[in-house]
């Protein structure tokens, strides 16, 4: 089966870049004079992407041009200017009807969505800012390795709104209910070292040494066969997700019959 062709036009629009190297695709978030804000377009980019990205992919790394990852919504969201060719931001929501609402908040969440889905390894690349969307955004990554000037934020209630793009529930399995609640209620930014001591980070690096460290990772993650680490990636996702111990058990019997199951069909095959 022929692997779907990426619209260019869909990622310009929505100033988003994808470099694709063998088993490895960049997605790059490409508007550094607002540093890298995010409209709907940009939304519509990810998603795309996480649609048509060739299953031969194994590692996606994520990151921001310039000196930010992503400095969260287009400030045109909350003014009612037109954004993306639609009038109205995010009060525009307000004129639909409930159901298409949540539609429409269902389809900008699918371009966060996809990056946690164990078929590849994701990874933010986190360089200055990181907020709202932005910190969503990385918290929907497997991975993310921070240069020593970013912070993070989750910035949604201090605007009077609420955290809508998948974050919280990474959030809250990486540090804990009480951590996750102070920081998204008094949205304060959290900066690099705190983060990678309370685990939001797995790494902090300086800032010129990001692409090494991401380099050093991505040919990490490439090593094993792929077969395993998707299968791994799902039972570490089951495990987070709170499944019975005899239940995980049972998943990893699974597993591990279906990875014998490959060796045998390889052998076959030889």
Not at 145 to 167: N, S, W, Y
Not at 169 to 174: E, K
Not at 228 to 238: D, F, K, Y
Request: with cysteine.
């Amino acid at each position: 089966m022929p692997v779907p062709a990426i619209d260019a036009g869909v990622l310009e629009r929505g100033g988003v870049r994808l470099a694709l190297s063998g088993p490895l695709a960049t997605i790059t978030l490409d508007r550094p004079d607002v540093l890298n804000a995010q409209t709907p377009a940009t939304w519509q980019a990810l998603r795309h992407i996480g649609e048509q990205l060739d299953p031969d992919v194994r590692v996606v790394v994520v990151r921001g041009s310039g000196r930010a990852f992503s400095a969260g919504l287009d400030r045109r969201m909350f003014t009612g200017e037109p954004v993306d060719g639609e009038p109205g931001g995010l009060g525009a929501l307000l004129s639909l009807p409930a159901a298409e609402a949540d539609a429409k908040i269902a389809s900008y969440q699918a371009a966060f969505t996809w990056l946690s889905d164990p078929a590849r390894v994701t990874i933010a690349a986190v360089q200055g800012h990181a907020i709202g969307a932005g910190f969503q955004l990385a918290l929907a990554c497997d991975f993310r390795v921070l240069a020593e000037d970013a912070q993070f934020c989750m910035a949604e209630t201090g605007l009077g709104l609420v955290p809508d793009l998948g974050g919280t529930l990474p959030l809250v399995r990486l540090v804990g209910y009480s951590r996750a609640a102070e920081m998204c209620v008094t949205s304060r930014r959290v900066p690099a070292a705190e983060a990678l001591q309370i685990g939001l980070a797995n790494s902090v690096v300086p800032v010129d040494g990001l692409d090494a460290a991401v380099e050093t990772l991505v040919a990490a993650v490439l090593k094993p066969m792929a077969g395993a680490v998707t299968e791994t990636l799902g039972l570490i996702a089951s495990a987070a997700s709170g499944v019975s111990y005899t239940d995980q058990l049972a998943l990893e019997r699974a597993a591990q019959l279906r990875r014998l199951q490959s060796f045998a069909a390889m052998s076959a095959q030889s």
